[in-house]
């Protein structure tokens, strides 16, 4: 495929790391494990093909009403998990962006995260934008309480875009979603307005380079008109 047909920038709801697991008779968190290999090939994947952003709903806000316990072995499993890619993210150059609440998580979980955010600042090939305590709602409502504190009576579009979690990324071209569910689930509410969707019937764990081609295909061969 060539590099004009590509998307510039990919965004995914990563669902269906527990039920890959109970299908398997597997506690959940080992859907979780197996779902962060996934993530790492498909950032991989993207960044070998040209994709110039790729964008992962990892944790949403609303995950926090989780058990307890599954909820620390997420916190743990991210923060472990992007520290030890780190070096493969700086071999490809890849640079990474948090997006969300990030304040909400434990100083032990949240520290790792930030600072492997700044060690990867200057990188200037793919921006990994990783979404975590991520709600679409909150994000919009934030920016306008921002926009609120600077004085703001005549907003704009582009005022509220600037004052997303995602200011100075692209919106979205293409939305994957895993596990056959058909939901946006509060992801990138205000930026996906015009972005192309695709489901894909298979759970997050089994997410693999052709199914992701599959997808990038299926966006390859749709005319985008944006109200045109």
């Known amino acids: 495929m060539s590099q004009s047909a590509l998307p510039r920038h ?31 090939n498909t950032v991989d994947a993207c960044s070998d093909m040209g994709i110039e952003y ?8 609303e995950n926090w009403n989780r058990e ?12 472990r998990g992007i ?6 993210m700086v071999r490809k150059n890849i640079r990474l962006k948090l997006m ?7 100083e032990k979980y949240r520290k790792p995260l930030l600072d492997v955010q700044e060690r990867l600042s200057k990188n200037s090939g793919m921006t990994l934008c990783i979404c975590l ?18 004085g703001k009576t005549e907003i704009t579009a582009e005022d509220i875009s600037a004052n997303l979690y995602s200011a100075g990324v692209p919106d979205p071209d ?38 992701l081609e599959k997808a990038i295909e299926s966006y390859a061969k749709r005319e985008r008109r944006f109200g045109r």
């Open 10 to 40: 990919i965004a995914i709801i990563m669902d269906g790391n527990g039920r890959w697991a109970k299908k398997r008779l597997l506690p959940r968190t080992a859907g979780h494990k197996v779902g962060l290999d996934t993530f790492v």
């Open 133 to 150: 305590s991520y709600g679409g709602r909150q994000e919009i409502v934030r920016a306008f309480n921002l926009l609120a504190q600077q």
């Open 83 to 88: 520290t030890k890619y780190e070096p493969e």
């Open 68 to 79: 307890a316990s599954e909820v620390t072995a997420l916190m743990e499993l991210m923060s």
């Open 100 to 106: 969300g609440d990030i304040d909400r998580f434990e």
């Open 54 to 61: 790729l964008t992962v709903y990892a944790f949403s806000s």
């Open 174 to 211: 293409l939305v994957i979603r895993t596990s056959g569910e058909y939901r946006i689930s509060n992801f990138l509410l205000w930026q996906s307005a015009y972005s192309e969707y695709y489901f894909a019937d298979v759970f997050w764990p089994d997410f693999d380079k052709s199914e």
